[in-house]
């Protein structure tokens, strides 16, 4: 009723998964955002953590991921908290076996430094968006110049 379009939730919807059901049911998929943190464990595999990345759970991503879709979340926003912060690019390769798993929208975060991470994140990670944040804050990249490169590159954008 205050007129948000979407909802995101990451440590509430581990903490308690039937909460996205709930909110599908009340709302529609189309606005049920699931944000997932992940880090790559030293077993190799991907690992769900909370608290904003810092908590670590048991919970495998690629099994999350499923989860979440099967419970009625629209769109699935992924951070690699390896990539996070360090303006290296995207974590590709997990967001590519993401992509080949869901058949919802995927949101890549964590890791943009320069224009070319973007394109890079939308030719191999076949995903739907990307989310940068201090880039833009310190005016690192232009808004302008990065739609005009995804643009150029045939990646669909708004101008």
Not at 128 to 154: P, Y
Request: hydrophobic share 40%.
């Amino acid at each position: 009723n205050a007129g948000a379009d979407k909802v995101s939730i990451n440590s509430a919807a581990v903490k308690r998964p039937e909460l996205i059901n709930e909110l599908a049911a009340e709302f529609g998929s189309q606005c049920i955002v699931v944000a997932i943190d992940t880090r790559l464990m030293e077993d190799g595999v991907n690992r769900v953590h909370t608290h904003g990345g810092s908590k670590p759970t048991d919970i495998e991503t690629i099994a999350w991921a499923k989860e979440i879709q099967e419970r009625g979340a629209g769109e699935v926003l992924l951070t690699s908290m390896d990539h996070d912060g360090t303006k290296n690019g995207f974590a590709c390769q997990a967001l590519e076996k993401l992509s080949q798993i869901v058949n919802i929208p995927i949101i890549a975060s964590g890791g943009a430094g320069k224009i070319e991470h973007f394109n890079e994140v939308f030719k191999s990670g076949n995903i739907d968006a990307a989310l940068a944040a201090s880039v833009f804050h310190f005016n690192e990249i232009g808004l302008k110049d990065l739609k005009t490169e995804l643009k150029n590159n045939n990646i669909p954008i708004r101008l």
